[in-house]
């Protein structure tokens, strides 16, 4: 998978405000909030700053955490990181092509999914594609 690289004013020029505070600066959205959020559509989640396939719409599920859930990543395009910060440690999540932040996995919650993880995504991050 290619690297995509960009100054941060090139990033500024092609995502909005909020998605620059998010895939950037590695911020949250709001819980409830996000336009995928209850989204049930077939299709396939892109990353919003380099519109690599992220997440099968088969692999999402409702987790009732606020933000939009899924099982399990396209092979090889969310990388994981050890996040340390707001005093707790946690798995962030970023797009392997850019480097743009998703938002976190955790493991062993129970839902009963086939990973038993759930990829906790920010909308922001994302864009869909209806299967056409």
Same mark, same amino acid.
């Given at each position: 998978? !290619?690297?995509?690289? #960009? *100054?941060? !004013? ?5 995502? *909005?405000?909020? /998605?620059?505070?998010?895939?950037? /600066? +590695? ?8 336009? =995928?959020? +209850?989204? +049930?559509?077939?299709?396939?989640? !892109? ?7 992220? =997440?099968? !719409? ?11 859930? $899924? ?17 707790? *440690? ?8 850019? @480097? ?5 996995? $955790?493991?062993?919650?129970? $839902? @009963? ?13 994302? #864009? $869909?594609?209806?299967?056409?």
């Amino acid at each position: 998978m !290619s690297t995509i690289k #960009k *100054s941060e !004013s090139e990033w500024r020029a092609v995502l *909005s405000p909020e /998605q620059f505070r998010i895939l950037r /600066q +590695k911020g949250t959205e709001r819980p409830g909030t996000g336009e =995928y959020n +209850k989204h +049930k559509a077939d299709g396939v989640y !892109s990353c919003a700053g380099c519109n690599t396939p992220l =997440y099968k !719409s088969t692999t999402k599920f409702d987790s009732g955490c606020g933000w939009p859930a $899924f099982f399990d990543a396209i092979p090889g395009a969310v990388s994981r990181h050890e996040d340390n910060t707001l005093g707790m *440690s946690r798995i962030e999540i970023t797009c392997t092509a850019c @480097g743009g932040h998703l938002g976190h996995v $955790f493991k062993g919650e129970g $839902f @009963g999914t086939p990973t038993d993880e759930r990829h906790c995504v920010n909308s922001v991050s994302l #864009k $869909f594609h209806d299967e056409n």
